[in-house]
Structure formats: C-alpha cells, structure tokens
C-alpha cells in the first residue's frame, strides 16, 4: 500500500491510498492493446488427446500402417489447433479475481510512486514515461509466460 496525504473528516492526515485493481487492469488491457499483445496459452493435453485417438482410429481402420498415418494427421490436427491466440486485453478479462489482484499487485509495485485519480490519467502517466511502460509491460509478460505459460506474439 502507499501512504499518501488525504482529506478526511477528521482532517488533513496520512492514509494508505488503496490498490485500485480496475485501474491498473485498465493499464494493462491499454498497454496489451497498444501493443498488439496476442497470446496462447499452452493446450497441450488436448494435442496429446487428438493424437492418441487419431493413431487408434488409425489402428482400428488400418491396421499398423493406420496407427502411423493417424498418428501423423492427430499430430498434424493437435498442433494446427494449440496455438488458440487471443488478445491479451480479453485474457485479462477472463482471468479469476485471484489471479487479477495477484497480478495487479506486481504491477502497482511499478506504479505506487504515481498518484492518479482514474485509470485515464493513470493510462497518461505510464505512456508518457516509456522506462515506466517498459517496466510495465515487463511485469505483464513476465505474468503470462510464467503464470500462464503462454507464448506471446505482438502486432507486426
């Protein structure tokens, strides 16, 4: 948390200013949009699952040439269809709330310095710094390939 000056009732006083999660998941979504942010998370249970079925059916029709054919086209079909990339801004929607305050928190170690009033001007402040958007954008890859085990592909 981060101590800051505030306006209470009782008067003028320091107080913790309160992660706002909203705002820095704002931050993010705009820094993934801007920069083109895809990702796919890792399926690969599912491509081991069409492979084996593929290489039985293959077996079952065609004998031990069929387990190598279907072998081949399950593989060729789990491998085609693994790479499901979204955009990262609809990843972070999709992430549980668990997962979205331990993620913000990593990021508002970057940004507990700023004093924003909305995620506007919190949006203004990173973009305007590209050291701090760079170190932002650090904190977001390093979640989705670490947490997530996601590759990532940015806009071209």
């Keep these: 948390m981060m101590s800051t000056m505030i306006q209470t009732a009782a008067g003028v006083g320091l107080g913790e200013m309160p992660i706002r999660t909203d705002d820095v998941m704002a931050l993010l979504s705009h820094l993934a949009t801007v920069k083109g942010m895809k990702a796919a998370v890792a399926h690969s249970g599912r491509g081991a699952l069409v492979t ?17 054919v279907g072998g081949a086209v399950g593989g060729l079909i789990g491998w085609i269809t693994s790479e499901d990339f979204k955009p990262v801004p609809q990843i972070l929607m999709e992430l549980p709330a668990a997962e979205k305050q ?3 928190a990593e990021a508002t170690a970057v940004v507990k310095n700023l004093n924003w009033i909305d995620a506007a001007q919190l949006i203004a402040l990173v973009m305007a710094n590209s050291s701090l958007t760079d ?4 904190v977001l890859t390093t979640y989705l390939t670490n947490e997530l085990k996601a590759q990532i592909r940015y806009a071209e």
Excluded: D, H, N, R
Excluded at 135 to 138: A, I, P, R, S
């Design 102 to 104: 331990k993620l913000c």
């Design 52 to 68: 084996g079925a593929s290489a039985f059916l293959g077996g079952v029709l065609g004998g031990p040439p069929g387990i190598a």
């Design 135 to 138: 170190k932002v954008l650090g």
